[in-house]
């Protein structure tokens, strides 16, 4: 059931306020006043699985795939990701968006020791709001958000750039956004493929879900796409793991210091990026361009090769690989789809006013 404008906004809607509280120099004044705009409407809030179920896989594909076409155009808009550190325990980025008349802003973090306390790595939330006229529209879970479009923009870059022959995918790091890359592959009709984490559990339950098998790092390596979504901390790939015909989708390297592929194994591929800026300050490229190994002409954006614009693969021997730092239209691309599910009526959610 469609949900309708009178729906969405609250009852306090009239433009009147009962009263107003002002402290100033801590006096407190107490005050009746008529305001001359109207209340906040209703803003609906999705949780973890809300969002999740508002957003298949199939669909995530296509929107982030869209994202990439229309940012790369310029009808998106994307300002720079900003890291607020938090020494010794992890970092916070916010990320904001705007197109196709809404905009973003996502607030998470990445806290690596958290799972010792019972916490998830990352936390956070994504405000969705107006671009016309600025009104906040929706919370969501900044988790399922960003494994969602993470495991999306996986199978965007294989259709992009692996060998349309290929067959199995290898999925190195199998915890929540390992989970969501093996999803989304499959969604894109990769039947095939070995799962592996140092967690043996958490590989064979993932395999057991999408009719895969689990087996060793060396297993996951030998296959056709391998996609790496590891915390970063030590490389997954080195030189020697490379073969020809291989593509490599790197997931899971999206801050300073953190690499899954050493710098001479980049330096040797025919290399792509979700977006330059933010891969040279914390992603798979980072290594390689500070040692000189790569140069900004070597590296091709994704968006550049989904609009047509540049080549993707050179040829069928060579080596890709896609460094993906994670891009707050894909965030966007996400956000607007749940948006939409919850406006027609397809999952529902909490709502609060402000």
């Known amino acids: 059931m469609k949900r309708s404008s009178a729906a969405t906004t609250a009852a306090a809607s009239s433009g009147e306020a009962a009263g107003a509280t002002i402290s100033s120099f801590g006096r407190r004044l107490t005050t009746r006043r008529r305001l001359s705009w109207p209340a906040v409407p209703e803003i609906a809030v999705l949780d973890h699985d809300a969002v999740l179920a508002a957003v298949p896989a199939a669909a995530a594909i296509e929107r982030v795939r869209d994202a990439f076409v229309r940012h790369h155009h310029g009808e998106w808009a994307m300002p720079a990701k900003v890291y607020l550190d938090s ?39 994504v ?69 592996h984490d140092p967690d043996a559990e958490a590989a064979q339950r993932l395999a057991d879900e999408l009719g895969w098998q689990a087996g060793a790092r060396a297993d996951a390596l030998a296959t056709d796409i391998v ?66 190994l790569v140069a900004r002409d070597r590296v091709t954006d994704l968006g550049a090769v989904l609009a047509g614009d540049a080549p993707g693969r050179p040829g069928p021997d060579a ?19 749940a948006h939409a599910a919850w406006r027609e009526g397809v999952v529902a959610g909490q709502s609060v006013w402000l």
Not at 175 to 183: D, F, K, P, Q
Not at 319 to 337: C, K
Request: proline share 5%.
């Open 87 to 125: 020494p010794g325990h992890g970092d916070f980025r916010a990320m904001p968006a705007r197109g196709s008349g809404l905009a973003l802003l996502k607030w998470v973090t990445s806290f690596p020791g958290n799972p010792a306390r019972g916490l998830p790595t990352v936390t956070g939330v």
């Open 127 to 195: 405000c969705l709001s107006d671009a016309e006229t600025g009104e906040p529209l929706m919370l969501l879970d900044a988790r399922s958000v960003t494994a969602l479009r993470t495991g999306a923009v996986a199978a965007v870059a294989a259709r992009a750039l692996a060998r349309e022959e290929v067959g199995t995918v290898g999925l190195v790091g199998c915890g929540l956004h390992g989970a969501w890359v093996g999803r989304c592959m499959a969604a894109a009709g990769y039947r095939a493929g070995i799962c």
């Open 227 to 292: 996609c790496c979504v590891t915390p970063g901390f030590e490389p997954v790939v080195e030189a020697g793991d490379l073969r020809p015909g291989l593509h490599l989708n790197m997931l899971g390297a999206d801050g300073p210091g953190k690499a899954e592929a050493t710098a001479a194994a980049v330096a040797s591929c025919a290399l792509f990026c979700d977006e330059w800026e933010q891969a040279v300050h914390g992603g798979e490229l980072t290594g390689a361009v500070q040692a000189g």
């Open 319 to 337: 080596v890709t690989l896609f460094d993906s730092t994670g891009l707050a239209i894909q965030d966007l691309a996400v956000a607007g789809a």
